[in-house]
């Protein structure tokens, strides 16, 4: 561990592409506790901010062959990684809030009328979500596919295209014309674009 304190980061990615868990260590080492600091800027809730921090690390092991030095430092990388997982986690917070521990307090959360609600803006949202969701049945599967997982599980489009194996170029085309697709469609049925 003493021989990886002497390497830069960039050598020590080269030797966790290769599968060295030690360079890994090493630079979690060095790293961790800033990269907690920036994730916690985002979520204060620590323990959270932990998992996204081991999260972090997870996909720098896992996607250590993405990581290429003329692309940038491995500290704007790792700490991009972080933000858009830390943000990834906020969004999924807002979605899903936090499920009621017994039916008790599910029936409880129900009855509770939101502080902040309007029930004409709720209604106005929820016809706008039907709407949303018809429209997306005019797009073809490879389009759907594209936009679900780039706004309901928060993927980049580089992280699409890794997950489907399609090219980055048609993932881009797929989501501008699907998006286009919609936009048209939702138009036509007076949803503001």
């Known amino acids: 561990m003493e021989a990886q304190a002497n390497l830069s980061d960039e050598q020590l990615m080269n030797q966790v592409a290769n599968g060295d868990s030690v360079a890994l260590e090493a630079l979690y080492d060095r ?32 996607k250590a062959d993405a990581y290429h030095v003329d692309r940038g430092t491995f500290t704007s990388w790792l700490f991009s990684i972080a933000r858009r997982q ?12 936090q499920a009621a521990r017994d039916e008790r307090e599910a029936t ?3 009855l509770r009328p939101d502080p902040d609600g309007h029930v004409d803006e709720a209604a106005w949202l929820a016809i706008q979500r039907q709407q949303v969701k018809s429209a997306l049945t005019v797009l073809s599967p490879e389009q759907y596919e594209v ?3 780039a706004y309901y599980q928060g993927l980049t489009r580089q992280e699409i295209a890794e997950s489907t194996g399609s090219p980055l170029g048609t993932v881009h085309t797929r989501a501008r014309l699907g998006l286009q697709k919609l936009r048209t ?3 036509a049925q007076g949803v503001e674009a």
Request: aromatic residues 6%; glycine residues 2%; hydrophobic residues 50%.
């Open 31 to 62: 790293h961790a506790p800033r990269v907690l600091g920036v994730v916690m800027r985002i979520l204060p809730d620590r323990p959270v901010a932990e998992e996204v921090l081991q999260e972090t690390f997870w996909r720098i092991w896992d």
């Open 86 to 97: 830390a943000i990834d986690v906020t969004r999924r917070q807002k979605v899903r809030p």
């Open 185 to 187: 469609v939702l138009e």
């Open 108 to 110: 409880q959360m129900q």
């Open 147 to 149: 936009i679900a997982l």
